[in-house]
């Protein structure tokens, strides 16, 4: 049931209102209560309802946390110390919904995932009428903003108080994204952010989704742009002059900030990491950790190196002084420090080296996924050193290639860097070749 980050799919198919009460149900049978929230789509109530109603059941108290981003979920997960639903299929098309669990902030772990797949396959809990459970509405939005803009430079954000324009794609984060940096001294600028559930952009932001906001960043006169993605958990930045940040440089920016901001050495990344992200850490005399995609990962690997910063290139970043998971509110807000404390956006990606790269991903059926890498498993046929920490990548004297398969789509990954452009065409057309030809086998 669980891929990368929750449970995800097109709802009435993989995702219905039986098994969200099936996992309410589940997760309910401990008693005590759960803390639910839920993105804007329009299958998010109905969802949001069933999974409640299973929680019920079981005998466990709910309280209702409205439309919020993941990470304001997360936060009152880690306040009530319990259980926290977040419905949501983040970044992925209207059709898509899921849930992602959390305890007390942290994401559930795999074996508390096998735990909740096991309840669902068996029977259902149903509590006493006397005993089941009862449902309260709470709003954390004003002690989560008040807690997220703790966690930076806001004195130094209100004295450059920086015109930002905020683009919610009408999504989770539409009044809480922009409330947050309001509150942390910046003027904010409202772009999508006014009609919760009509999606008039690409719930994942990057550049080709976001044309008409790095648009409106220059026509505004902005000093930056932040879109947050479908839950909020990913914030990407626009410079003044409407260049949407790659997600590598972003990933660079944050990992140079918080080296030079913090004694601590050691940053987390995953094995989709570009090699700006290495050079940069290593250039300032930092130990960069690889973990499997997934922020669960960064996260653990966070905790356990007691790193000061973790993130991956989608744009989900882990900060240890909040709460262990992804944190879209709290990037965009470290964004408006880094421009703060630091400079332009644009003049801070500039001095970020880059190489040619390129991602892409090739459909196919979830259910073979697995058979597919079992064929690209059986006999290695790309050159380089191969590891087998996430999928298989291949490292060689002048760049990397990586091929997983999707976590949070029937698809295979391909991620591949080289030092030349001519290499990385040679590079990615022969794995794509054998990518194609393991879909067409199996």
Same mark, same amino acid.
């Given at each position: ?33 759960? *803390? ?60 898509? !919904? ?50 997220? *803009? ?13 015109? *930002?324009?905020?683009?919610?794609? !009408? ?71 409407? !260049? ?61 190196? !007691? ?93 990397? *290639? ?41």
């Amino acid at each position: 049931m669980f891929g990368t980050s929750g449970i995800r799919g097109i709802f009435g198919k993989e995702v219905t209102p039986e098994l969200a009460m099936r996992v309410g149900n589940a997760i309910g049978a401990a008693g005590g209560r759960i *803390v639910v929230a839920m993105d804007t789509r329009p299958t998010s109530p109905l969802l949001c309802e069933a999974l409640s109603a299973g929680a019920m059941l079981a005998g466990c108290g709910l309280v209702n946390a409205g439309i919020a981003p993941t990470p304001l979920l997360a936060y009152a997960s880690m306040k009530e110390n319990c259980t926290g639903a977040m419905i949501t299929a983040s970044h992925n098309p209207p059709e898509y !919904n899921g849930i992602k669990l959390f305890f007390s902030g942290a994401e559930y772990t795999r074996q508390q995932e096998k735990a909740v797949e096991e309840a669902v396959a068996g029977q259902a809990r149903a509590a006493e009428w006397k005993m089941v459970g009862q449902k309260c509405a709470r709003d954390y939005s004003s002690e989560y903003i008040s807690f997220v *803009v703790s966690k930076v430079d806001a004195p130094s954000i209100r004295a450059k108080r920086p015109r *930002v324009l905020v683009d919610a794609g !009408n999504a989770a984060a539409y009044r809480i994204g922009p409330a947050a940096l309001e509150a942390a001294g910046c003027e904010v600028v409202r772009f999508n952010c006014d009609s919760p559930g009509k999606f008039v952009r690409n719930l994942e932001p990057n550049p080709s989704t976001l044309g008409q906001t790095a648009k409106q960043v220059v026509w505004q006169k902005c000093d930056f742009g932040v879109a947050f993605d479908g839950d909020g958990d990913r914030a990407i930045a626009i410079d003044e002059k409407g !260049n949407v940040l790659p997600l590598d440089v972003q990933l660079s920016l944050f990992c140079s900030h918080f080296l030079k901001k913090d004694g601590n050495r050691r940053i987390v990344s995953t094995v989709e990491a570009s090699l700006c992200v290495r050079e940069t850490v290593e250039s300032l005399g930092g130990t960069i950790y690889i973990t499997p995609v997934g922020s669960l990962h960064v996260a653990q690997e966070v905790a356990r190196q !007691n790193a000061v910063f973790g993130g991956e290139p989608c744009g989900e970043y882990i900060f240890p002084s909040a709460t262990p998971c992804a944190e879209g509110v709290l990037s965009a807000l470290f964004i408006a420090e880094i421009f703060a404390t630091q400079g332009r956006l644009s003049s801070l990606a500039s001095m970020v080296k880059t190489h040619p790269m390129e991602r892409r991903k090739y459909r196919c059926d979830e259910a073979k996924k697995h058979k597919i890498m079992e064929i690209l498993n059986q006999k290695p046929q790309l050159e380089g050193s191969l590891t087998r920490t996430d999928g298989l990548r291949y490292d060689f004297a002048d760049g990397w *290639v990586l091929i997983r398969p999707s976590g949070t789509e029937p698809a295979i990954r391909l991620t591949c860097e080289a030092t030349s452009q001519k290499r990385l065409g040679e590079v990615v057309q022969r794995a794509e070749r054998l990518i194609m030809q393991a879909i067409d086998s199996a």
